[in-house]
């Protein structure tokens, strides 16, 4: 089992950046995929990027793509997202969720409290 904790999110104007963190407890955390997950309000979670247990294979949303960067420090227990040049569209509460290498949030056995985000135009 593993709890999920996600820092790092905050108000920031369109074009800037952040950097999300989630730290895991346990000693299993690199025996997981993670993922990153993001749900605006009146919308469904969705997919943002997704990374392997060694952190060797990635996948992000279209719309991310370029711009955010997903990460892991498995000698941390830490997995992290940055997000460049941000657009208000990306405007959401997101989730860091472990599990199964999947685009689906059906994938992931644990998932976090989540992290606001919210950009300004």
């Known amino acids: 089992q593993v709890q999920l904790v996600e820092s790092g999110g905050g108000l920031v104007q369109a074009g800037g950046s952040l950097r999300l963190s989630c730290a895991a407890s346990?000693?299993?955390?690199?025996?997981?995929?993670m993922g990153w997950f993001r749900q605006a309000p009146g919308k469904e979670r969705e997919f943002v990027a997704i990374i392997t247990t060694s952190g060797a294979v990635t996948d992000y949303k279209n719309s991310v793509k370029g711009r955010f960067t997903i990460s892991r420090d498995n000698a941390k227990n830490t997995l992290y997202l940055q997000m460049n040049v941000l657009k208000p569209e990306d405007k959401a509460v997101y989730y860091c969720?472990?599990?199964?290498?999947?685009?689906?949030?059906?994938?992931?056995?644990?998932w976090g409290q989540g992290t606001q985000v919210t950009v300004s135009s």
């Open positions: 969720a472990a599990g199964r290498y999947d685009t689906g949030s059906t994938g992931y056995n644990y």
């Open positions: 346990g000693r299993t955390f690199s025996s997981y995929a």
